[in-house]
């Protein structure tokens, strides 16, 4: 499958911003967020601390930084003293407002949200090279890896070929479960959930939406190009059976929830997500429950 280059843009080098005290605004308290205000909690004030934290639902009883909730986006990008902003929402539209907003206001944003960034980024690379400010993203794709720091200081764009790998830790958590111990995919799913490796509505993860948008930012960060994810195939685990996990195991394989992007060209590239056959000789074979392995060729 051939892509169409919509936008090409330079690679991204990581900047060096001066170290100052991060006053920070906070979008989303949900699981992450609250990991977030419990682990600057041990951080000196004088480094960083949450100033304000935004939420919508005002119905929630929130008895935890109750003194530090507003339902107001404004009291955060409107506050002269907050120079950080840290987008944790879901929605992909309102998480492009809030992160537009708090850029052209003149305050640096960390966001995870990958559907957002997948949809907007070159934008958002326009708009931090007009401001100056920083645009922080590496944990929407693989941070534990971390890849997209990796591709900016050690890759040259001009020398890769492709990357593949497993990038969503939720599939490969109900992929292991139905290989190793024999479970339906009803049963891995709900055992994902119960751990909090997929949500409650699992599809973004199962359809293979949060890898196929993974992948989009990295090949941004590889091959500096943007590529709409209406142009890629994606196809994700939700239809898969014991019966398609058995006949990989008599083959001697896995299955695998595969994101493959590859260069043929400066004008032609193939991304796709798919559940893939991976042999033992493969460098992914052995990445098993919510891990991710990413392999780069070059």
Do not use: W
Not at 191 to 208: I, K, T, W
């Amino acid at each position: 499958m051939d892509t169409t280059i919509v936008r090409k843009t330079n690679k991204q080098a990581h900047k060096s911003y001066p170290i100052t005290q991060q006053v920070i605004g906070l979008f989303g308290f949900g699981n992450v967020g609250k990991g977030l205000y419990h682990v600057l909690c041990h951080v000196p004030r004088e480094k960083a601390y949450i100033k304000t934290i935004c939420v919508k639902d005002r119905s929630k009883k929130r008895d935890e930084c109750a003194n530090l909730i507003t339902y107001n986006p404004d009291d955060i990008l409107r506050d002269p003293d907050i120079n950080l902003v840290v987008e944790l929402i879901d929605s992909a539209r309102d998480a492009f407002s809030i992160v537009k907003k708090a850029m052209l206001m003149g305050k640096s944003v960390v966001s995870g949200n990958k559907a957002m960034l997948a949809h907007h980024l070159p934008e958002l690379v326009q708009l931090q090279e007009k401001t100056g400010v920083a645009l922080l993203y590496d944990a929407s794709a693989c941070g534990s890896i971390p890849v997209i720091r990796n591709l900016e200081e050690y890759y040259d764009n001009d020398l890769l070929v492709s990357i593949r790998g497993i990038l969503n830790g939720s599939t490969n958590f109900i992929l292991s479960r139905m290989f190793i111990h024999s479970e339906s995919y009803s049963d891995a799913l709900c055992q994902a959930q119960s751990l909090g490796f997929a949500e409650s509505n699992p599809d973004f993860d199962v359809m293979g939406f949060d890898a196929l948008y993974k992948l989009i930012i990295l090949a941004l960060h590889s091959f500096g190009t943007f590529i709409q994810p209406e142009q890629a195939f994606c196809y994700g685990i939700q239809n898969l059976t014991n019966f398609d996990i058995g006949y990989a195991r008599e083959k001697g394989k896995k299955i695998k929830l595969v994101a493959h992007l590859r260069k043929f060209s400066e004008s032609c590239f193939t991304l796709f997500v798919i559940p893939t056959l991976v042999a033992p000789d493969d460098y992914i074979f052995n990445v098993e429950n919510e891990f991710n392995g990413v392999v780069i060729e070059g």
